[in-house]
Structure formats: C-alpha cells, structure tokens
C-alpha cells in the first residue's frame, strides 16, 4: 500500500478546539486525502535557519523548559550570565562592546556525550554560551559574520544554511503517495508580517505538490491570516494556528478524522492584499511619520461588511466532519432585566458525532449608524449523528449600545437577530421592537 508524504516548511516538533479546517471539509467524513493511510512519514530536511535575539535568554522565566531544565531528547540549554545585557562577560563581570566582526563556531564536547551527536557553542559576539544543534555545513571553526544592519540599540545573530531546493524531492514523493500533507509557517514573537504570501518558496512548495498529488492537504501553522493562491488546487486547508507542545497530536486527530474541528475563525482572511483595513500607505506604514487610523468602528469583520468586500474566509468560519441544521429563532426582551433570549434548535443531520460553534449577529436600527452587523453572542455545542439539543442565549442591552453625546445609548427601533456558521453564513433570524 502506497504511503502518505508529508512535506514540512519547518522542523516538525509538532485540544482540537481551536483548529480550523477552513477548505474542503464539508460532508459526513474527513476528505478523501486525509483518510488513514498505512504509514505517515517524513523527509529529513537539511535546511535549517535559526535567530538568535540577543541579549534574551533561550529560555525565559516561567516556560515549560527553563536554564537549566532538560528538554524532550535529553538534551539541556544552558544559560549564560551574560545574555541579560547582550554583550560578553570578562571575569571580573564587567562588559565590553564589540564592532562588526567575525563570531567562530567551535566544538565543546559535553561530559558523557560521545562526539557522533552534540550540540555547537556560540561564542563571541552571542554573549552567551549554548548548545544548539546547527547543519553539517555550519562546521566548528567556520566564520560567520555577525548582523551589522541592526537598529541601534539592537543586535542580531542569524544563522542559516540553504541547500539545494528540495522541491523537486518532495514532488517526487508526493507524486509516489495516496495523499500529500504540506505542513507550512509563519510564526513567531517579536515579529511584523511584510506581506500577506507565505515566506520563502512555500508557495511554490504547495502548488508544486498540489500538481503531482491533487490529494493535498495544506496545514497553515500560522499567526494570522495569508494569501492561499493555490487554494483550488488542493483538497483541504487546515488553520491550525501557533501550536504548542500538544500540536502534533491534536493535528493527526484532525487529519485522521478521529476528531472534529471545533475552532471558528476568529479573524477574516482577505481574498487579496488589497481587501481590508489597513491596507494604504497611510494606514500603513503611514505618510511623514503619522499613521491614520479613519476606520472608526469599521475593524475587522465590519469593515468587509461595511465596503462590501468578499473575503476569502469571513470572520466565524469553519468546517464539521458532519453537518448542522439550525431551526427557527424565538426572540424576547426583557425591560427588567435588560436583556435579549434567544432560543433555537440544534440538529446534526450528519452520521457522526461532531461540534458546532451557534454564532448571533445583530443589526441595529438606522438610527445608530451602526456597522451592519455585529457579533453579540456565541455558543459552542456538541452533538451526536441525528441528535439535537435547544440552545438558549442571553444577549445584554448594554452589547447592543452605541455612543451618543458622552454616554453608551440603547437607540429605540427594530433590531434583528440572525443565528450564523460565520458572519457570511446566516441561518434563521427574528426582528424585535427595542425601546
């Protein structure tokens, strides 16, 4: 039997509530592409890229894996006394600045550890000593040359190797498998997004693979939304997020349909660069120093709602193993209590068991000048096939409020309440007289 190629962005050190299967999920099984296959393997890849901020320690305090601590694999990271400031440390504990200049790699041998597999000491310019495990290429004693293109008062540190392409390695196997999985990133602390495409050759990695095996599934283990020009030539997408030590088992559940997706989007990905706010110069990056931010309450999910654009995937999106029905709404108002109920039934009309997220959206009268709709209530629920369950939500008048003259404003007139699968898929709705 023909086996499963999973090809990564990224080394793989990989609760199913927050994944996503945005694309290519929509019936009472998982795709055909994600079926359980024989075997589930992995390319070693040679590429490697790391960087190194300095001045901050691997390891800050209160992580699962602090100085000192040992790590999955046996291995430790040790924390030097120097990485507070940045620069090295004499013996006396005084610092000392250096220019641009060389930083050497140099072999140091751990007690008890045999030569065959061990970590490199970066020395110099680190202004800290640990082991991290480089690319054969990066051998002790060779020179690399310390980042001169840092803003003042920063420094950096990065290392990196690149190979030949190994597109065409991972096209080939892919083109050897039942189904193809594209593991993808874009992820980090600290850091902007210049654009809204993939990094490097990921794109050209995904579209590549989608053309030697049409059974492809993308994961996107990203911290935002991105560009998904090749989202026709595969068969599934899977938002899976900025995954923590769980991720890896959480994402085979998914791929293998032994669990299902229950995450919703809770962000709208644009169909192109230009859609959304924020998206002119003086928004960003801003025109003579100044940034405008003339959105007003249009961020967001509103603001495609407000200029009338269709995104990619709206705000609440997400995809079932199975399917859901959603029956009619029953609305009323209690001037006591000040608040709307809403009651509503639940079906899964699908032959498994399967989770949906019930999404409330209302839209005020005219008289607020309002956004055209907005989020007031959310409810997650969990069903087995052909079971269903009446859900009750309770929507505060003060979630309903705009601001007029100093003060947050109940404005009198009809409002209407739509239950949704996102702000894009509304089910039922009712209209009720406020005020």
């Known amino acids: 039997?023909?086996?499963?190629?999973?090809?990564?962005?990224?080394?793989?050190?990989?609760?199913?509530?927050?994944?996503?299967?945005?694309?290519?999920?929509?019936?009472?099984?998982?795709?055909?592409?994600?079926?359980?296959?024989?075997?589930?393997?992995?390319?070693?890849?040679?590429?490697?890229?790391?960087?190194?901020?300095?001045?901050?320690?691997?390891?800050?305090?209160?992580?699962?894996?602090?100085?000192?601590?040992?790590?999955?694999?046996?291995?430790?990271?040790?924390?030097?006394?120097?990485?507070?400031?940045?620069?090295?440390?004499?013996?006396?504990?005084?610092?000392?600045?250096?220019?641009?200049?060389?930083?050497?790699?140099?072999?140091?041998?751990?007690?008890?550890?045999?030569?065959?597999?061990?970590?490199?000491?970066?020395?110099?310019?680190?202004?800290?000593?640990?082991?991290?495990?480089?690319?054969?290429?990066?051998?002790?004693?060779?020179?690399?040359?310390?980042?001169?293109?840092?803003?003042?008062?920063?420094?950096?540190?990065?290392?990196?190797?690149?190979?030949?392409?190994?597109?065409?390695?991972?096209?080939?196997?892919?083109?050897?498998?039942?189904?193809?999985?594209?593991?993808?990133?874009?992820?980090?602390?600290?850091?902007?997004?210049e654009r809204l495409e993939l990094p490097g050759d990921q794109n050209r990695l995904i579209s590549a693979v989608a053309a030697a095996n049409p059974r492809t599934v993308v994961v996107l283990n990203t911290d935002g939304p991105v560009a998904t020009p090749w989202l026709e030539d595969v068969e599934a997408v899977v938002q899976a997020w900025y995954g923590g030590r769980g991720m890896g088992t959480a994402l085979a559940a998914v791929l293998f349909g032994d669990s299902d997706p229950a995450g919703r989007l809770p962000v709208t990905f644009p169909a192109d660069a230009g859609q959304g706010p924020g998206t002119t110069t003086g928004t960003w990056p801003g025109t003579n120093g100044t940034v405008s931010d003339d959105e007003g309450i249009a961020v967001g999910c509103r603001y495609y709602d407000a200029k009338g654009q269709r995104p990619r995937f709206p705000f609440g999106h997400g995809l079932s193993c199975t399917t859901f029905a959603h029956g009619s709404v029953e609305a009323a108002y209690d001037r006591t209590a000040e608040h709307v109920t809403l009651g509503l039934t639940v079906t899964n009309t699908g032959r498994r068991r399967g989770t949906d997220v019930v999404q409330v959206y209302a839209t005020l009268p005219a008289a607020a000048e309002a956004e055209p709709r907005r989020l007031v209530a959310f409810q997650k629920v969990t069903l087995p096939a052909a079971g269903s369950r009446r859900l009750t939500l309770t929507i505060p008048a003060q979630d309903l409020t705009v601001w007029r003259t100093g003060a947050w404003t109940l404005v009198p007139g009809s409002y209407t309440f739509a239950t949704a699968r996102s702000s894009r898929s509304l089910t039922a709705q009712r209209t009720l007289t406020i005020g």
């Open 1 to 193: 039997m023909r086996r499963a190629f999973l090809a990564s962005g990224f080394r793989v050190v990989a609760s199913i509530g927050w994944m996503q299967v945005i694309h290519g999920l929509d019936g009472p099984s998982p795709p055909a592409a994600v079926r359980r296959p024989a075997a589930l393997s992995a390319p070693e890849s040679r590429c490697e890229q790391t960087h190194l901020p300095l001045g901050r320690p691997f390891h800050r305090p209160g992580h699962e894996h602090g100085p000192g601590r040992d790590r999955p694999g046996g291995r430790r990271l040790r924390h030097h006394p120097a990485a507070a400031s940045g620069r090295p440390a004499r013996p006396d504990g005084s610092r000392r600045e250096r220019g641009p200049g060389p930083v050497r790699l140099r072999r140091r041998r751990p007690p008890g550890h045999s030569g065959a597999d061990h970590g490199r000491r970066l020395g110099g310019a680190a202004g800290r000593e640990g082991r991290h495990r480089l690319p054969r290429a990066c051998r002790p004693g060779r020179v690399l040359r310390r980042n001169a293109t840092a803003e003042p008062g920063t420094c950096g540190l990065t290392l990196g190797w690149q190979p030949d392409s190994l597109v065409p390695a991972a096209v080939a196997a892919a083109r050897a498998a039942d189904a193809a999985v594209v593991v993808n990133r874009v992820a980090g602390e600290a850091m902007d997004h």
